[in-house]
């Protein structure tokens, strides 16, 4: 058989993610605070940048960086075409003399007074990072003999934890992605639940509390008995009723009681802290004589500008290509940054102009009138791909007359309500709410008279989409209602 190498060319078309596009990207979906923190480290890596009334080589300000961020146009991205005016961040780098400025920083030789330049670590690197749920229980498995095939399927089990340490993945799921036997699914499950903290790896609340009692030896006691038989007492039952039901004296219950208290219904919940986030609204929605806008709020945004310092500092010579490379770079970086925060504006502005448009009852009459709104139908209204309204409305906040909303609040799909007309999900989530708190203490509604009266406004939705719900809204069943009332 004859092997043969062959050169050939080939045309294809593949979407590339762009230097520029990726920083448009990353910049879309940060927040106001966020925002100002990336403009803060790029002025520190990039010294052409500097904000508007910052000391420079020349107190009047670059008259067409603000121009050129509007219209997009990039004016520095080649010195050999660049316009040649000496006002312009394009001028041509050939006629600019940079060797004078930068040969003590460039130099080595006996001209350069600048000192070696060691690199360090960072400060960074010697902090220490919390560790993770994950990370916990993996290091755990490494130091638990077990075969390899149970030690595989136990890493499944880990990953499928959430933040709260339950698992999410049910046996049958775990077995086919693993290519695991029940059995040695349930084994695996078991050897995580074994781990620290106590109550991992469980499916339910009810499992993780036998768990943590099966580990202090009181699985078999009153508590245990009280967790598995009388699961629906445990939520407002009385230690009297429970005595009796149990035929033990309501002493020993109390005891029980008091241990299951003590037990931690999120064993995973230490390992995932949650830090307090500040909130800052980005955008507001105000009340004008013309009706409602949004107005950006990024006032204390710093505004950048490029240093015409470089510039005045210089005097004509020649310079090294080495230096010219670096300032042109330099240049070209800056004024793709001013166009994408320019982009970014113009975008969350287009976003948020679509929102007052199509909820303008909610802003002028609160909640009850807000509208379903989809992110698919703002995009093809402002002429955007979906994934890019996505973007400009993560992590950000809007003031409105009625309150700080995040933007993804105004997102909601529709139910079909009376008349035909759509009903917000988080309308009708609130009415369910309101119906249970309005029912009859001795005759709590069930899902099915709840969907039953829904249906009767207009509003169909099944009986399981009303426990779904309800769970959303972490309101318990009916059989709990009744007992806690």
Not at 21 to 35: D, G, I, S, W, Y
Not at 249 to 277: F, Q, T, W
Not at 351 to 365: I, K, M, S
Request: aromatic residues 6%; glycine residues 6%; negative net charge.
């Amino acid at each position: 058989m004859l092997i043969q190498q062959r050169l050939g060319l080939k045309l294809a078309q593949k979407p590339v993610l762009t230097q520029s596009l990726r920083q448009l990207v990353k910049l879309l979906a940060l927040n106001k605070v966020e925002l100002k923190e990336e403009i803060n480290q790029e002025l520190v890596s990039n010294p052409v940048l500097e904000t508007i009334g910052e000391e420079s080589g020349d107190d009047s300000p670059l008259e067409t960086a603000g121009a050129e961020a509007d219209s997009g146009t990039p004016k520095a991205e080649s010195s050999e075409t660049a316009d040649t005016n000496g006002d312009t961040p394009g001028e041509a780098f050939s006629e600019i003399d940079l060797g004078a400025f930068f040969d003590d920083y460039l130099d080595s030789g006996p001209r350069g007074p600048a000192p070696e330049i060691v690199e360090r670590p960072s400060f960074e690197t010697f902090l220490s990072s919390p560790t993770s749920l994950t990370d916990h229980l993996l290091w755990q498995l490494s130091l638990t003999p077990a075969p390899e095939r149970i030690e595989a399927v136990a890493e499944a089990v880990i990953g499928n934890l959430n933040e709260d340490g339950y698992l999410n993945a049910d046996r049958e799921e775990l077995a086919r992605t693993t290519g695991a036997s029940l059995d040695e699914v349930d084994e695996s499950i078991r050897l995580v639940q074994d781990f620290d903290p106590i109550g991992v790896a469980a499916r339910d609340l009810k499992e993780c509390l036998l768990i943590q009692l099966s580990a202090f030896g009181a699985d078999e006691g009153v508590a245990g008995e009280l967790v598995r038989e009388h699961w629906e007492d445990l939520e407002g039952g009385e230690p009297a009723a429970m005595a009796a039901s149990l035929n033990r004296p309501e002493p020993h219950i109390e005891i029980a009681l008091k241990l299951i208290r003590g037990l931690d219904p999120r064993p995973g919940e230490r390992y995932n802290p949650s830090d307090a986030r500040y909130v800052e609204p980005d955008v507001q929605f105000m009340k004008t004589a013309d009706g409602f806008r949004a107005l950006l709020n990024d006032d204390d945004v710093p505004d950048l500008r490029l240093n015409r310092g470089y510039r005045k500092l210089l005097s004509k010579g020649a310079a090294s290509t080495d230096v010219r490379n670096y300032v042109r770079e330099r240049y070209n970086s800056a004024m793709q940054l001013l166009r994408n925060i320019e982009q970014r504006r113009q975008t969350i502005h287009s976003v948020c102009d679509a929102v007052v448009r199509r909820q303008e009852g909610f802003l002028a009459n609160g909640i009850e009138q807000l509208r379903p709104m989809m992110i698919k139908d703002v995009a093809e209204e402002i002429g955007v791909h979906p994934s890019t309204v996505s973007r400009a409305v993560a992590n950000k906040y809007a003031h409105t007359p009625h309150g700080v909303y995040e933007l993804r609040y105004f997102f909601t799909e529709g139910v079909q309500g009376p008349k035909g007309a759509s009903i917000p999900l988080i309308l009708l989530k609130r009415r369910v709410k309101a119906m249970i708190e309005a029912e009859d203490s001795n005759k709590p509604l069930t899902d099915d008279a709840i969907s039953k009266l829904l249906r009767e406004d207009g509003v169909n939705v099944t009986r399981r989409t009303v426990a779904k719900y309800r769970e959303d809204l972490n309101i318990p069943s009916t059989h709990r209602r009744r007992r806690k009332k």
